[in-house]
């Protein structure tokens, strides 16, 4: 549920970045995580345990691990902490003890439990009252050496040397935490040093700041009147961070929503704002910012809390004073005494179907003060309130907004924000024409006054109570990591840390008042909404120069400041540019920092679930039994090779819309809510499974899954069998053009903000069939085939399409395995329904074969010689990929490709991709179940010169010397921690499953890794890497500044529509 504010910002390792309203909202609906007192089952056990990989002595672990016994009052590590309270939350099996660090007033929050998967995070307020991104660039610099690790990156380092089940950093709009996982005891002290010390004793260096902060470098490095240009790793990420019109709009509605608060600024930083900040503002703001009085911590497992206090008072806690922070608290927002309106113009999106609407209109409202609300309700009732206001068809703004087809969707920030002191709720829509603004503006408050009138229904709570109880019982591995995110929007600023495990008393509060008080929602919506005049509303105008216009600006500013320099400005910006270059080029000892061992820290023999195999009505079904904690799990996987293949592109349609049209029983609203107080929904997926010894022979298959309770297991059958023999793909045409037009406007939205993915999918569609397919499906053809359905409203071809589709799929003799995952007593009913359900499967019936089938496209497929592609979209960031075809999954050289990867990336390709280029992220990785070699990077300034880097990169590889014995072991350790990951209870078994990775299969390709020496690695890249022509390469990249010519030195470009853009 997302909030009106961009997301917080994590700077170290993208793809892994955190929304600290989505999480938190998460965690408030995630409120509706809960079991609710009615229910009378167990308390839920979350925890995904798994054996810890290390053969060092330990303590007691798991179940097994010395309880605590605290009580408030108990002083621990010699008096240093004071327990302030101890609470057990029955619903999520664990105990949380609070803390006070009695000489500074650091709190610290402790949830023990069973769980193996241990997690330590501190987080700071940080509240800038700018938008130069110093919370941000901090948060990148702390990790760039310590006092006691005062080497180069030691985070980047402590990747390599480390088991971590996750580590990184991330910056939210008022504050920023440092947070990381293991499973392995070791490891977890070797990361809590590291962590300390980055935290509280940075080194902070100018040359650290230049480089993820921003620098003037010449444009020739040699030529001071060559003129000057932007760098720095935080400047280029906010270029792509911010380089949507949803974040734009995002943005906007923030700063207008929170006009004076800290709220009001970028934290991540605006890359306009970004050059105003000076390397003597990030280390004021570090020592006012990072002081443990102004500090939170949380840790979570089943490691022993005194130790871990221990170490933190010594490393840490123990040097500093208690100091006044509260210049650092957050001012309530001033209210507005009557409602506010903004016009802004964002960037255009990269393909539009329509472009008479493309405006852009949001409703928002400042609500409840979390901090001086505390005992409140309200908040919890408001995130309730959000999910059924707009979740799913049946909602009541999907009905007032999205139904009469006004715009393509909702508008970005849509939802109920609960992360920040002061929660808001926002609504809109998107892709509308610029007369309906009033239409739409209207029709909010209309609703909101009709809700103030006549409430909520009765019926729709206990549906997503139902949601509640199955989130509640699902296990997963990141629970303790998620609770560690979501505590901190509150905790930090002195409220209620437990907000997140606290739901079962929210959602029996809510109950209750719900049955005392009949006009409970009428009032909830007359105070916070009708009545309530901080109100604001933001309309936001395409301008397709947006970015445009950005790069002239900036260049602009730079030629006005070459003009400028003086002769002595030259040569400091000269001497930065050398000085930094030779600490990115100077060698740097990490033997400094703490690390495990491959010989005792992993195991030589790989995680195994036994799985059973046995018919179940003539369809081969896997029985995995697995402490799935009350749930059942299904899977049925359909063959799909004989469908003509000029369906294929509407199979993505099919898969999407298959529970979205209704179906003989019931319409779409009716289906919706039947499926959501029963299951956790119906979802489906089309893809090609290769073989581990030719990915080229690829199993072609469409696959559905649904799980629910065990309770409900027969009803989650025959919702399956409703939806799969009588989904309603005719007769819809209304609703079926609804959803056409929000995908396509989706799809238009992505390409700038998805580069990456599109690049991806563009050069690996050239070298493997199954990706080819998945380009089809998922690229930029997807996206056009999507513009022209719209533009042509091509209803009825599509729905005729769907209904073949359906025809050829759904059928006895297309189903060719299921798997089942629940708990041995809950097996067989599972068995009886699944049965049921493969006995009402209808026999196949006969089709006019027109056209050759995909089977037959799929095995014809043959990869071209070397191919370049740029594709030219609205950003000012470029996304490049290089693939090349290898070897499969069972070849000899498969695993030591596999480990190449993970070196490549860190010894090679971080420093000159990220340090020396700035690029937010880059790296290699091998992808042994395709048989492709990937190098890809992230957020980039460059584009072509990348692409050399790669080269580079391959070169270095094979060069006898370039890796050490060291750099193998550290890759194998990045290796294994995603190898061993600990996986939930239903993922155990999947991949045999789906992709055929057998135990044996599994343990050969883990000895094949062990095995592997500097001089393997060296050979596998000689052999396969250097001078492979089988390759293909592909930039997602900035329109403004297109590098290369089409049809010139084999470059091809495209505009985002995927037509070529040829010069005139």
């Known amino acids: 549920l997302a909030a009106p504010v961009p997301p917080a910002r994590s700077s170290s390792l993208p793809?892994?970045?955190?929304?600290?309203?989505?999480?938190?909202?998460?965690?408030?609906?995630?409120?509706?995580?809960?079991?609710?007192?009615?229910?009378?089952?167990?308390?839920?056990?979350?925890?995904?345990?798994?054996?810890?990989?290390?053969?060092?002595?330990?303590?007691?672990?798991?179940?097994?691990?010395?309880?605590?016994?605290?009580?408030?009052?108990?002083?621990?590590?010699?008096?240093?902490?004071?327990?302030?309270?101890?609470?057990?939350?029955a619903a999520y099996n664990v105990t949380c003890i609070e803390l006070l660090h009695k000489k500074t007033g650091a709190r610290w929050l402790h949830v023990d439990c069973d769980d193996s998967n241990n997690v330590f995070n501190v987080a700071f307020r940080t509240t800038p009252v700018n938008s130069t991104g110093v919370a941000h660039i901090l948060e990148h610099t702390a990790l760039c050496g310590s006092e006691r690790y005062p080497v180069r990156d030691p985070f980047f380092n402590m990747l390599k040397r480390s088991l971590s089940t996750f580590m990184n950093a991330?910056?939210?709009?008022?504050?920023?935490?440092?947070?990381?996982?293991?499973?392995?005891?070791?490891?977890?002290?070797?990361?809590?040093?590291?962590?300390?010390?980055?935290?509280?004793?940075?080194?902070?260096?100018?040359?650290?700041?230049?480089q993820e902060g921003h620098r003037l470098e010449f444009k020739d490095?040699?030529?001071?009147?060559?003129?000057?240009?932007?760098?720095?790793?935080?400047?280029?990420?906010?270029?792509?961070?911010?380089?949507?019109s949803a974040a734009r709009f995002g943005r906007a509605l923030s700063s207008k929503l929170f006009p004076t608060s800290t709220y009001h600024h970028n934290s991540g930083g605006d890359p306009v704002n970004i050059p105003?900040?000076?390397?003597?503002?990030?280390?004021?703001?570090?020592?006012?910012?990072?002081?443990?009085?102004?500090?939170?911590?949380?840790?979570?497992?089943?490691?022993?809390?005194?130790?871990?206090?221990?170490?933190?008072?010594?490393?840490?806690?123990?040097?500093?004073?208690?100091?006044?922070?509260?210049?650092?608290?957050?001012?309530?927002?001033?209210?507005?005494?009557?409602?506010?309106?903004?016009?802004?113009?964002?960037?255009?999106?990269?393909?539009?179907?329509?472009?008479?609407?493309?405006?852009?209109?949001?409703?928002?409202?400042?609500?409840?003060?979390?901090i001086e609300e505390s005992d409140s309700l309200d908040s919890f009732a408001l995130s309730v309130a959000s999910n059924l206001l707009l979740d799913g068809p049946q909602a009541v703004f999907y009905e007032a907004l999205i139904e009469p087809g006004w715009g393509t969707g909702f508008a970005p920030g849509t939802g109920y924000g609960g992360s920040r002191r002061e929660t808001s709720f926002a609504v809109g829509l998107k892709g509308?024409?610029?007369?309906?603004?009033?239409?739409?503006?209207?029709?909010?408050?209309?609703?909101?006054?009709?809700?103030?009138?006549?409430?909520?229904?009765?019926?729709?709570?206990?549906?997503?109570?139902?949601?509640?109880?199955?989130?509640?019982?699902?296990?997963?591995?990141?629970?303790?990591?998620?609770?560690?995110?979501?505590?901190?929007?509150?905790?930090v600023h002195g409220g209620d840390a437990l907000r997140p495990l606290r739901v079962t008393e929210k959602a029996a509060q809510l109950v209750e008042k719900l049955d005392a008080d009949p006009n409970f929602w009428q009032d909830l919506f007359r105070r916070r909404f009708v009545e309530n005049a901080h109100r604001v509303t933001v309309v936001a105008n395409p301008d397709k120069e947006y970015d445009a216009k950005l790069e002239s600006e900036e260049a602009e500013k730079m030629m006005q400041k070459s003009a400028a320099l003086s002769e002595g400005e030259k040569k400091i910006i000269a001497a930065e540019a050398e000085a930094l270059k030779a600490a990115q080029e100077a060698a740097t000892d990490p033997e400094v920092l703490p690390t495990l061992t491959v010989a005792e820290a992993v195991p030589k023999l790989a995680q195994t679930y036994s799985s059973e195999h046995c018919q179940v009505a003539g369809v081969p079904t896997q029985y995995d039994f697995q402490p799935t904690n009350g749930i059942t799990y299904i899977s049925a996987v359909f063959d799909i090779s004989k469908l003509p293949d000029r369906l294929v592109p509407y199979l993505p349609l099919f898969t999407r819309f298959l529970d979205e049209l209704g179906t003989k029983q019931r319409d779409f609203k009716e289906l919706a809510e039947a499926m959501k107080g029963s299951t956790g929904g119906i979802s489906a997926g089309v893809g090609a499974t290769p073989s581990l010894a030719d990915p080229d022979d690829c199993k072609l298959e469409l696959s559905i899954s649904s799980h629910a309770l065990d309770r409900n297991v027969s009803t989650m059958?025959?919702?399956l069998e409703e939806v799969i023999l009588g989904a309603s793909w005719t007769g819809q045409d209304a609703r079926l053009q609804m959803l056409l037009k929000r995908r396509a406007a989706a799809a238009g939205a992505s390409i700038s903000s998805g580069g990456l993915g599109y690049a991806q999918s563009r050069a690996t569609s050239l070298l493997r069939a199954e990706a080819a397919l998945d380009e089809r499906m998922g690229g930029l053809p997807h996206v056009a085939e999507l513009q022209r359905l719209v533009r042509q409203d091509a209803i009825d071809e599509v729905s005729s399409a769907l209904v073949e589709i359906a025809s050829h799929v759904f059928s006895s003799s297309a189903v060719s395995r299921c798997r089942l995952v629940a708990q041995k007593?809950?097996?067989?009913?599972?068995?009886?329904?699944?049965?049921?359900?493969?006995?009402?499967?209808?026999?196949?019936?006969?089709?006019?074969?027109?056209?050759?089938?995909?089977?037959?496209?799929?095995?014809?497929?043959?990869?071209?010689?070397?191919?370049?592609?740029?594709?030219?979209?609205?950003?000012?960031?470029?996304?490049?990929?290089?693939?090349?075809?290898?070897?499969?999954y069972a070849h000899p050289d498969a695993a030591p490709l596999y480990l190449l990867g993970q070196a490549m990336s860190t010894c090679f390709l971080h420093k000159e991709i990220r340090e020396k280029g700035g690029a937010y992220g880059g790296g290699s990785s091998a992808i042994p179940t395709s048989g492709t070699f990937m190098f890809t990077s992230y957020r980039d300034p460059n584009s072509t010169a990348t692409l050399d880097r790669f080269e580079e990169a391959i070169k270095w590889a094979a060069t006898e010397g370039s890796l050490s014995a060291r750099d193998v072991e550290e890759a194998h350790l990045r290796a294994f921690k995603n190898l061993d990951a600990p996986r939930a209870p239903s993922a155990r078994g999947a991949s045999l499953f789906s992709a055929g990775l057998d135990d044996a299969s599994r343990q050969l390709f883990r000895d094949r890794l062990l095995a592997c020496t500097a001089e393997t690695l060296r050979e596998v890249a000689e052999r396969h890497l250097l001078g492979n022509n089988n390759s293909a390469a592909a930039i997602v990249g900035n329109a403004s500044a297109v590098p290369v010519t089409h049809g010139v030195d084999g470059w091809t470009v495209l505009g985002p529509d995927g037509r070529p853009l040829v010069p005139a």
């Open 15 to 89: 793809g892994l970045s955190f929304s600290g309203a989505a999480v938190v909202g998460t965690m408030a609906f995630a409120a509706l995580r809960c079991r609710t007192a009615t229910t009378g089952r167990r308390p839920a056990r979350r925890f995904a345990t798994a054996v810890t990989a290390t053969a060092v002595t330990e303590p007691p672990r798991g179940s097994a691990r010395q309880r605590v016994a605290f009580k408030p009052g108990d002083e621990l590590v010699n008096g240093a902490f004071q327990v302030t309270s101890v609470d057990p939350i």
């Open 170 to 210: 991330m910056t939210a709009p008022d504050y920023t935490m440092y947070p990381f996982s293991t499973m392995n005891a070791v490891d977890y002290f070797n990361l809590l040093q590291v962590y300390l010390d980055a935290a509280f004793f940075p080194k902070l260096t100018k040359d650290d700041f230049l």
């Open 221 to 244: 490095p040699s030529d001071p009147d060559s003129g000057v240009q932007i760098k720095g790793v935080v400047y280029n990420e906010m270029k792509g961070a911010m380089g949507s």
């Open 276 to 370: 105003e900040l000076t390397w003597e503002d990030l280390r004021s703001f570090h020592a006012n910012s990072y002081h443990p009085s102004n500090a939170r911590f949380y840790t979570y497992g089943d490691l022993p809390l005194e130790e871990t206090l221990a170490k933190a008072q010594e490393l840490a806690l123990g040097r500093f004073e208690a100091r006044d922070v509260s210049a650092l608290d957050v001012a309530n927002e001033v209210r507005y005494t009557e409602p506010v309106r903004l016009e802004t113009t964002v960037p255009e999106d990269a393909v539009v179907t329509d472009p008479t609407k493309q405006t852009t209109v949001s409703t928002a409202w400042l609500l409840v003060n979390q």
């Open 432 to 491: 509308i024409a610029a007369e309906d603004v009033a239409k739409v503006e209207e029709r909010i408050l209309e609703t909101m006054e009709r809700l103030a009138r006549d409430g909520l229904p009765r019926d729709r709570i206990d549906t997503l109570l139902h949601q509640v109880e199955l989130g509640t019982a699902t296990v997963s591995t990141r629970f303790g990591l998620n609770v560690g995110m979501g505590v901190m929007s509150l905790f």
């Open 717 to 719: 059958f025959d919702l």
């Open 825 to 888: 007593e809950a097996m067989p009913n599972a068995e009886k329904q699944l049965a049921r359900f493969l006995e009402a499967m209808p026999s196949q019936k006969e089709a006019a074969g027109t056209g050759p089938s995909l089977g037959e496209v799929v095995s014809n497929f043959s990869s071209p010689e070397a191919e370049r592609a740029f594709v030219a979209v609205p950003t000012q960031t470029n996304y490049c990929a290089l693939a090349l075809r290898t070897v499969p």
